[in-house]
């Protein structure tokens, strides 16, 4: 069984997210969707409100299971015999980073593999500390979070 884990603070999850779970579900027989703790960052969303957004917009794909951790991505990968971390990859920063960590991955756990998937054209720039920024200033966000959940994230996001 091909195993993989996505990570992320998903803080709120976008439709770039939800892109690369799915598409992520039909390359791995099983996708571990990984609400991981950033220290460099504030959370606007519990890590529980983060989990069942990311639930109720998976719920049709079964081979994917929500669950988060407070320690290293690479140690939940060798906890759940997972080799291989799937990340997406917007832009030359973020291969720097993933280069980086793939590194540090790498001499932590050997058996790791990185996967980079490229967003769709049209979510390409899609960020969730964009998708704060649009609410705070009173700008649509329909297209840029799932359906079933944008009236929670602009609940929060409006308080």
């Given at each position: 069984?091909?195993?993989?884990?996505?990570?992320?603070?998903?803080?709120?999850?976008?439709?770039?997210?939800?892109?690369?779970?799915?598409?992520?579900?039909?390359?791995?027989?099983?996708?571990?969707?990984?609400?991981?703790?950033n220290?460099l960052?504030?959370?606007?969303f519990?890590?529980?409100?983060?989990?069942?957004?990311?639930?109720?917009?998976?719920?049709?794909?079964?081979?994917?299971?929500?669950?988060s951790?407070?320690?290293?991505?690479?140690?939940?990968?060798?906890?759940?015999?997972?080799?291989?971390?799937?990340?997406?990859?917007?832009?030359?920063?973020?291969?720097?980073?993933?280069?980086?960590?793939?590194?540090?991955?790498?001499?932590?756990?050997?058996?790791?593999?990185?996967?980079?998937?490229?967003?769709?054209?049209?979510?390409?720039?899609?960020?969730?500390?964009?998708?704060?920024?649009?609410?705070a200033?009173?700008?649509?966000i329909?297209k840029?979070?799932?359906?079933?959940?944008?009236?929670?994230?602009?609940?929060?996001?409006?308080?």
């Open positions: 069984m091909k195993k993989c884990v996505y990570p992320g603070s998903f803080d709120p999850i976008s439709n770039g997210h939800l892109d690369l779970i799915k598409r992520a579900s039909k390359l791995f027989d099983e996708v571990h969707v990984l609400i991981s703790n220290i960052k504030s959370s606007t519990t890590i529980q409100e983060r989990i069942e957004m990311i639930k109720e917009c998976t719920k049709q794909l079964p081979n994917v299971i929500v669950t951790s407070d320690g290293l991505v690479v140690n939940y990968c060798k906890e759940n015999n997972i080799n291989i971390i799937v990340r997406g990859m917007r832009n030359y920063s973020d291969y720097e980073a993933e280069f980086q960590l793939f590194q540090y991955n790498r001499d932590i756990y050997p058996n790791i593999e990185t996967v980079l998937l490229m967003p769709t054209t049209k979510l390409q720039v899609v960020t969730s500390s964009a998708i704060k920024e649009l609410v200033f009173g700008v649509d329909s840029y979070v799932p359906k079933q959940i944008e009236a929670k994230i602009l609940e929060k996001l409006k308080k």
